[in-house]
């Protein structure tokens, strides 16, 4: 059976190859057990982005096994909160769910150098999320 007190939240970027795999690797890395995480795209890559990677282990996380993978409505149904980060209207939205968009720059074709700063950026918007939905006790 579910545990249905432990929050979920879903990360939805175009490509699911940066953006939202940060966000996902991050919530997992901080809240551990105390968030579901889920991460996808409309538009899903082949690979998750070599500078993304080389960027989160710079931060003592490791991604490489990550791929991206496909939105589908059953990932949204299944989530309490989904954020968007340049997703755009192809993101199904359901009743009583809660949406979040992050404005973010897209790492697609950037350097690590070019990546830090998101990946930085994403950090912070995830301590705040887990100090709302997730607080340690």
């Known amino acids: ?23 996902a690797a991050f919530l997992t890395h901080l809240a551990g057990d105390r968030v579901q995480v889920r991460s ?18 710079e931060a003592g996380i490791d991604i490489t096994a990550e791929v991206p993978k496909v939105l589908t409505a059953e990932a949204v149904q299944a989530s309490d909160i989904v954020i968007t980060m340049g997703c755009g209207d192809t993101c199904p939205v359901f009743p009583g769910k809660r949406y979040l968009d992050w404005q973010l720059p897209d790492p697609a074709g950037q350097g690590v150098a070019a990546v830090r700063p998101i990946r930085d950026h994403i950090e912070k918007l995830i301590r705040s999320l887990i100090d709302e939905i997730a607080p340690a006790n």
Not at 44 to 54: F, G, H, L, M, R
């Open 1 to 23: 059976m579910p545990d249905t007190t432990t929050p979920s939240v879903l990360f939805v970027c175009v490509h699911n190859a940066g953006r939202s795999q940060m966000a």
């Open 40 to 57: 996808a795209g409309s538009a899903p890559a082949d690979t998750v982005n070599p500078a993304v990677v080389e960027a989160m282990a």
